[in-house]
């Protein structure tokens, strides 16, 4: 098992045994359980702006879920607050994903357990939420299936002190990406035309080394349905981006496309404007 899984696994075993010597009025939702896996709200701690939250869930051993761009096939989670009460803004903080699966069909994801940490913010910042969540997500093994749950979470005002659901978001929160930096960033983008074959973009980034597998992962416009980067075989830091998926007569010039780079298990994120 690579570190940073083992890592991981070791950080969910202390986060279960944390939640299991909390009180009866602990900050989660009862569990919704469905199939291949359950899901809950939990509520810990805040943040400078707002009432730190995330939506926790628990797969099957085996099942995975999927990140907010699901990869060759699958079903991306939506997540409607819109019936929560004194919610000025929600803000799905997403954990950087893995990617799985073989050269027929990879999807983006994450395995056996994860946590989404949410920003909230508040109409009211000393009046308390009540947190109402629509979720809908999928979950796969050898199937993949949808899952539907309606939650919903009292948050006092000024955000809940309740340690272990805390440290359940903390958990995934550290695995956020953040921003792109020196050393860890993309530093090139150049299109290549195809022959009898759609272009491609291929990209170069500086990745610091030692640190563990590394992989990218790139977002474009919501009516744009990018196949998945692949690794330029024996060129370290470069991976091909097919330009497929695209609506008919899209442009990409001045289209602003969104790069996640991981390494380990640390990751930066980054927006790049196309020029032609």
């Known amino acids: 098992m690579p570190l940073h899984s083992m890592k991981r696994l070791m950080l969910f075993a202390v986060s279960v045994a944390m939640l299991n010597t909390v009180p009866s009025m602990a900050a989660q939702s009862p569990w919704s359980e469905g199939y291949g896996g359950k899901m809950r709200l939990v509520a810990g701690g805040k943040f400078v702006d707002g009432v730190k939250a995330g939506l926790e869930i628990e797969m099957e051993p085996g099942w995975k879920t999927y990140w907010k761009v699901p990869g060759d096939a ?62 809908n997500v999928g979950l796969c093994s050898d199937l993949c299936v949808p899952v539907q749950a309606n939650l919903s979470l009292f948050v006092p005002a000024g955000g809940d002190k309740d340690g272990a659901s805390e440290f359940v978001i903390d958990r995934d929160l550290a695995l956020v990406p953040g921003k792109s930096e020196e050393g860890f960033r993309i530093t090139k983008v150049i299109r290549k035309k195809g022959l009898n074959a759609p272009d491609q973009l291929i990209i170069t980034a500086d990745i610091p080394k030692g640190m563990g597998k590394s992989d990218l992962f790139v977002e474009g416009p919501t009516d744009w349905y990018l196949p998945l980067p692949q690794p330029m075989k024996n060129q370290a830091g470069q991976f091909r981006l097919g330009l497929e998926g695209l609506p008919k007569e899209a442009k990409t010039k001045n289209v602003e496309l969104i790069f996640t780079l991981t390494n380990g298990e640390k990751a930066v994120e980054q927006t790049i404007l196309l020029t032609d």
């Open 74 to 135: 699958g079903i991306p989670p939506t997540l409607d607050f819109s019936a929560s009460t004194n919610v000025k803004n929600v803000e799905i903080l997403w954990p950087a994903p893995t990617r799985y699966g073989d050269n027929i069909s990879q999807l983006l994801g994450y395995k056996d357990w994860v946590t989404f940490p949410i920003r909230v913010i508040p109409h009211k910042a000393d009046q308390a939420v009540n947190l109402v969540l629509d979720a």
